[in-house]
């Protein structure tokens, strides 16, 4: 088989890239791409929150979606709260009471998969920030097509011949927690627990690009710290 | 005696304000919620059909303590070019702060936009209603509805509510005929009422949180419930147990068993609205 983008297998990801601690003035930064499918997240934090906002026993997580043209829309008030909500579990809020932790997402580039890009790429800047965390988040997507084939992290020309869309985020914890469903379109309890398993084992990729990412970074830096 | 059971009723008011987790937990140890509900049974849910009548069409809807009323009004508009047929279908979830404390004055909060979003993407991407049903004259004038969906008692649980609403408004929605005439005005003949729009499926939304300590999940929550547990999960099921939408996030505790006792949860819920919502609308 094969997809619209070259792509040979229906669980083949697109490739990934990411770079981290990108800007300077933010505490925590990083890009992530899912092959055309780019986003930019910060971190700011732990810092002043608003009184309306405060929580006397943990930190106030606030995500903020910015979209690649023109003004945020209710679409992306529906993106801001669910990465809010996937994210905010994985983070250990209650270290860092009557703070605020800022994230803002930027879309560079959209081509399907925004809601699993950015979640990724939030992970890896609260990395960057260096945030009491107690898990990963990673995320992938999968569709079923109207021939009924699941398909992995599709692109924006699969998304419109697709019948159902499924975003999945997961933890990397032992147990693999999912923190994350979001899934649309017509489908069978079946379908759906398929993309649950396909995501599960793809998202385990993902983690580990994160980490050899991270890895890669902190040699770097080592390295250049030997060296001056 | 009687001095001892009001200082016992004021001590557990004082309780459950101090220490709301470790009230609700106590009552969930024993399986049933703080107002006598099973952990799976879903609150008395009660439709009355064309509530407004001045709106083209209206339903109220009542899930335990929450209310929420849909009303819709149709105004001719013109139709975009590239879909010339198609006529437009607008939902907006208002929250304002007469339903409850934690809504504020002002633009709409997130939780509306949120919900209004997730109302939208679900009416356009699972193929329910025919929007080109809502057609004058092509490429001339169509129907463009506006569903404005109004909470007025929030206890929780106000996707599941607000979607009932809509769906029963949409079943009671009347339009007069209309007619594009050669000086292209739009003539409407009220006295000749059509009911344009056919529903293709019924969706039918159920909302379930799940406690982390004990893990429980419990269908139906209320407003302190869903503060109290930050994981929920939503279901949109059509009557012929094909899955719409699927949202849950908020924590880590939920795993596929989990989710498949809520499809099923699920499923008996699509059951019974459908037979309810038949009842209403032979009455």
Redesign the interface.
Known sequence: MKRSDGRTEPSQLRAFAASQSLLNRADGSAKFSFGESTVIASVVGPAEVKIRDEKMDEATVEVIVRPAVGFPSTKDKLLERALRQTVEPTILAGMMPRTLIQIVVQIVQEDGNMLSTAVNAISLAMLDAGLPMNSLAAAVSAIIDQEGNLLLDPNSKELENASSVHTFAFDNTTSYNLLLSHCIGTYSQEQYLDCLDACKHASERVHSFIRTAVEKRIEKEYQQLQSS | MTENQVASSFSFKIFERIKPDEYFRRFIEENVRPDGRALHTFRPTSIRQGAITTANGSAMVRIGGTTVVCGIKAEVAEPRVDRPKDGFLVPNVELSPICSANFRPGPPS?QA??N???I???LI???IVDLSELCIDEGKAVWSLYADIVCINYDGNILDASFLALLCALKDLSLPTAEVLPSSIVQANSSMMIKPLKLRRLPISSTFCIFANPKVTLSDPTDSEENLS??TVSIILDTD????????????????EM??SC?SRANERAAELNELIERTSSQ
């Open positions: 997130e936009q949120v209004a979003e997730i939208n993407q679900v991407n699972c193929d930050k994981e147990g094909k899955i719409l939408y699927v949202h849950k996030s908020g924590g880590a505790m939920c795993d596929a989710m498949k499809f």
